[in-house]
């Protein structure tokens, strides 16, 4: 029976023995801890992990203390343990290591139960994500990214699942759907109830994802007109449709009007008859300008009358041959000043009345008018009007320029009629036609060139070309297409060709200028005749800045992809409306949990009153507020956000939403401290070694240089003796300049080190202010300077406790410094008693009209190795460190010293050194004891 326990417990043994090494040796941690949470067990890798040597080091410690909130395990414990029976938890949490650094753990947990079902510990595995979820953040932080950027842009854009379902829309596609991201997603283009794109649109959605092509289409819905970009779009591991609709509107109103206008340059050709001519003008301007209500009025110099070649008007009827003075009217008005005009609603009243004129036109919500001028006489002939009765924002500036230009082509035709009529003469119908044709262009804002059809040679261009290209009209007449193209030359001929084969063409080019720079153009061309040689019209436009934005989409949806930063829209009232996944993340809610829910559900209480006050009054002003915020996550835990809200606009520019996106900085902030303290201690560092190498290297080298060079010069035996003693002397001086560095260097080294001894004697400072005064007045004079001496009472001695050394060095170094940077004028030295309300000073002050300190270098003065004019400081003599010796010193006697000082005009230094415990009060003149 013995023999069998023995057996059976060697069994337990080893089978314990070898659950303990496979535990020890495993490649992730493992823990045993009690209910507590004291650690009882403990592997290698756990300790590890946590930043321990040894594991045994862990025995005994309290697993709580290594959670980064320290309550989160009684928070998990809470949740989780609840069964009766032992379950498996996996729950991600932040842990901290032994040095206090984050690390995220992904804890696999169980609870040891007794019979009754009652916990008696806890064990499980533990590994390292931290990597991991340092990727989840930066692919937050661009999946943010790319959102905020599809959902600012004023392009329609979309991106489609496999079977053309919307999975995203940006506001723009909301806005023209008239519905919500929530009743567009998630259904394919037949299933939306008043879809404007049409139940068809995703017929070529699916092609391009089939095909893996990028398709272009150009579309109208409504009244508006649309590029339509659609590509194969990878998301993750999945390919997905994107489209991009742009408005394009605009561009093909002004892709009409140039047609328009060299359409009438064809006509002005052919045309003969002006009733004919404006009927057809009148006809194709009604197809960009309201101008059902068109009229051209001709106005005769002699009989100072109206006649009207061409009416047509909805309301008002004018007979056949009708004349009129038109006296006081919008008409007149356009005509007398020589300028088109657009007179909107009650100003058409007002023109009236000003002219104390009787209304004869039928009023109008905008009446627009040109007038028609004579090229070769400058002379008004008449005035080209539309007017539109119902909408006083019908015409803008850029209409009233094109009723100018046909107003001009007008006047153009008239003459050449006039010529026909009168002379008959086909060379005046051609010079007038050509003055046609230069006028739309020489004239036209649109850069145009003119080439031969045969061999693609420039043969003319106008001034907005030259202007684009960079050359002068001769230097661009003389290239051919392939010179200004960086396209192959096949392609060019090809489009010449399909251009005279259908009379007109456009494409998309790169085009280089004359500074070898590329541009993408879009080119509309015709073909023309003259003198029976075909040529072709280009209109040429700039659309490097559209294909710029087309690739910077592309470039942010592709480095956006994986932003995860934190997102939220809110209504006016901070009600949140909208979360992207990264904010449930940062803020711990769910999207649930916070849809609906005020803004201020973060709030810390730690962040004052007056950020939020200032928050709102920069939002509502319709500005972006940027700054920084403490605010508190689902579980209690703060942290500070960088933090920016941005206003949002509709399409009628009301303020109708906020966007707010945020980082969390707490780390940030603090290495950034780190950071900026050891920059600055390591600049300050190297400043100070380079101005002690630059500074020591003038001050030692250039005395030395004189005596050694003048030890020289008086070995000469022919030098007399004035020379002799010449230079003795300057070998003197040289000598006393190295000492006074060397000095300096040892009081700055000492001060440097902390090692300023202050000796206090009783000493008068009425004496020793004059001994100084004494010893300094013959170098004063020698340099043509009055030095002077103020006392602040004849028969007064000071006495004060203070190091005499100490004191003679500060004022030494003030007086010395006034002499050496003055020129001319006086210097002053004066001193005087001051009783304060705690305690008694004397101050000091040295003061002259040398060259004194400009504003901007006041403040380093008293740095060490420093100068006031550092570009001329070898001009000045000394090691810089004299002012700085002088504040230690200053300040170690227990006083402060200053400068007031202003350029070229001198400088006033002073300081003030503490009486201490014995004074002379009674010899302080009254009107100085305060």
Known sequence: MELKNEIADYSFNQQQNNYQNIINFAPVGFYQSARDGKITMANEEFASLFGYTQKE????????????????????????????????????VKFKKKDGTAIWILMTSRAIKNKEGITKSYDGFIIDITDRKKAQDLQAESELQLETFVDASSSMIYIKDENQKYLKVNK????????????????????????????????TDKKALVNKEKIVEIKQFGNHIFEINKFPLQIGSKIRTAGILRDITERKKQESIQHF?????????????????????????????????????????????????????????????????????????????????????????????????????????????????????????????????????AYNEDDLKVLEIIAHNIGVFIKRVEYIELLKSAKEQAEESKLVYESLFNENASAMI???????????????????????????????????????????????????????????????????????????????????????????????????????????????????????????????????????????????????QPASIHKSGTTAPEVYKNLWDTIKSGKVWKGEMTNRKKNGEFYIEQVNISPVYNDENILSNYIKVSRDITDDLRIKDELVQAKEKAEESDRLKSAFLMNMSHEIRTPMNGILGFTDLLQDSNLSGEERDEFIDIIKQSGDRLLNTVNDLIDISMIEAG???????????????????????????????????????????????????????????????????????????????????????????????????????????????????????????GSGIGLSIAKAYVEALGGQIWAESEKDKGSNFQFTIPVSTTKQKHSVPKNLQN
Not at 76 to 83: E, G, N, P, Q, T
Not at 180 to 199: A, C, L, M, V, Y
Not at 355 to 384: H, Y
Not at 560 to 584: E, F, K, R
């Open 755 to 877: 090692q300023i001894k202050i000796s206090k004697t009783k000493l008068n400072i009425s004496k020793q202010v004059e001994n100084l005064y004494h010893f300094f007045k013959p170098e004063a004079e020698k340099k043509g300077l009055k030095l002077e001496l103020i006392h602040p009472s004849k028969n007064m001695d000071m006495l004060i406790e203070t190091d005499e050394a100490k004191f003679a060095s500060i004022l030494t170094n003030l007086i010395k410094n006034a002499i050496k940077y003055s020129n001319k004028g006086n210097i002053q030295i004066n001193y005087e008693y001051l009783d304060g309300k705690e305690n008694e000073f004397i101050k000091f002050s040295v003061k002259d009209e040398g060259i004194g300190i400009p504003p901007n270098k006041i403040d380093r003065i008293f740095n060490r190795f420093e100068q006031a004019d550092i570009a001329n400081s070898k001009v000045y003599e």
């Open 261 to 393: 206008l060299y359409e009438i340059s064809e006509l002005s050709f052919s045309e003969n008859s002006l009733s004919h001519y404006l009927g057809k003008i009148h006809q194709e301007i009604k197809k960009f300008i309201s101008a059902d209500n068109f009229y051209v009025a001709i106005y005769d110099n002699s009989s100072q009358e109206y006649s009207f070649p061409y009416c047509i008007d909805a309301i008002a009827e004018y007979p056949k041959n009708y004349t009129s003075k038109l006296e006081g009217s919008l008409t007149n008005l356009v005509r007398e000043t020589q300028k088109g005009k657009i007179i909107v609603g009650e100003d058409q009243e007002q023109v009236y009345a000003d002219n104390n004129a009787e209304v004869i036109e039928e009023p109008s919500a905008a009446w627009m008018g040109a007038p028609i001028i004579n090229k070769q006489t400058e002379e008004v002939i008449g005035v080209i009007a539309v007017q539109d009765y119902l909408n006083l924002n």
């Open 57 to 92: 080091l862990l025995l005994g410690k309290n697993i709580s203390d290594f959670y980064f909130d320290t309550a989160e395990r009684e928070r998990l414990i809470a949740k989780y343990d609840v069964s009766p029976k032992p379950e498996v938890k996996n729950i991600e």
């Open 450 to 596: 003119l080439v031969d059809a045969k061999n693609a040679k420039i043969e003319d261009a106008n001034q907005s070309a030259c202007d684009f290209y960079g050359y002068s009209k001769k230097e661009i007449c003389s290239l051919f297409l392939k010179d200004i193209s960086a396209d192959n030359k096949s392609a060019i001929l090809n489009d010449i060709s399909k251009t005279r084969q259908n009379k007109k063409h456009n494409a998309e080019y790169k085009h280089k200028l004359s500074n070898k720079k590329i541009k993408y153009v879009e080119v509309f061309s015709g073909e023309i005749i003259r003198n029976g040689k075909s040529f072709i019209y280009s209109i040429i436009n700039d659309i490097s800045h559209r294909k710029e934005a087309e690739w910077e989409i592309h470039r942010l949806n592709s480095a956006i992809n994986q932003s995860l930063s934190p997102i939220a829209v809110t209504d006016l009232n901070g009600i949140i409306i909208y979360v992207n996944p990264g904010y449930c993340y940062s803020s711990g809610y769910t999207q649930q949990e916070l849809i609906g």
């Open 172 to 203: 723009s596609i909301c806005d023209f759907f008239n519905q919500t991201e929530k009743e567009i997603k998630h259904k394919s283009d037949d299933e939306i109830q008043e879809n404007p794109f049409g139940k068809d649109f995703g017929s």
